[in-house]
T-cell receptor, first 111, second 112 residues
Framework: NAGVTQTPKFQVLKTGQSMTLQCAQD?????MYWYRQDPGMGLRLIYY???????DKGEVPNGYNVSRLNKREFSLRLESAAPSQTSVYFC??????????FGSGTRLTVV | DQQVKQNSPSLSVQEGRISILNCDYT??????FLWYKKYPAEGPTFLIS?????DKNEDGRFTVFLNKSAKHLSLHIVPSQPGDSAVYFC???????????FGEGTQLTVNP
């Protein structure tokens, strides 16, 4: 099925550990995004990539890094996980201005 | 600075009745507005949108109304069905870029 694939679906980390969340889309979209969803906070943009080779900070970039590996893949890295990064992470892609397609999310718990 | 705000965290309605979800925004540069629906353990999916040149857009049971002077939009679902139970996010986009700014979400529960 065409769409956005995120891995892993679930992850538990200890404080200070690192990990990379993977995202791939097969719709040939130029733009890709990483959001986090927290109760009462909605979806907040962490980083985005308007096109291959470019990345920019969103609303809440601290503690994260991203890599736009190619047109299909956009990864999010936590170098030293903190409990405040416990959240559900969503990757999305879009081609035209209005059409976002989201992945099914990664539920991350940092203990 | 919350530029898109959904003041009601939750809403409960009876099956067959109308559901009205509200959203306010502060950024006058926003010119395109969308509603997304999210079921548990799934990503948000696009529901309906409206451009600032319109004040109403309808798609089946779903209608979005835009009041630009009040910087307010609402989503009406008529008639509501139990399968509509989900979190609804309001989102907005500005002329200057393609990024969407989302509200906090409203949990809609439709009781049989």
């Amino acid at each position: 099925n065409a769409g956005v694939t995120q891995t892993p679906k679930f992850q538990v980390l200890k404080t200070g550990q690192s990990m990379t969340l993977q995202c791939a889309q097969d719709m040939n979209h130029n733009s890709m995004y990483w959001y986090r969803q927290d109760p009462g906070m909605g979806l907040r943009l962490i980083y985005y990539s308007a096109s291959e080779g470019t990345t920019d900070k969103g609303e809440v970039p601290n503690g994260y890094n991203v890599s736009r590996l190619n047109k299909r893949e956009f990864s999010l890295r936590l170098e030293s996980a903190a409990p405040s990064q416990t959240s559900v992470y969503f990757c999305a892609s879009s081609e035209v201005r209005y059409g976002y397609t989201f992945g099914s999310g990664t539920r991350l718990t940092v203990v | 600075d919350q530029q898109v705000k959904q003041n009601s965290p939750s809403l409960s309605v009876q099956e067959g009745r109308i559901s009205i979800l509200n959203c306010d925004y502060t950024n006058s540069m926003f010119d395109y507005f969308l509603w997304y629906k999210k079921y548990p353990a799934e990503g948000p999916t696009f529901l309906i949108s409206i451009s600032s040149i319109k004040d109403k857009n309808e798609d089946g049971r779903f209608t979005v109304f835009l009041n630009k002077s009040a910087k307010h939009l609402s989503l009406h679902i008529v008639p509501s069905q139990p399968g509509d139970s989900a979190v609804y996010f309001c989102a907005a986009s500005a002329r200057s870029g393609s990024r969407l700014t989302f509200g906090e979400g409203t949990q809609l529960t439709v009781n049989p």
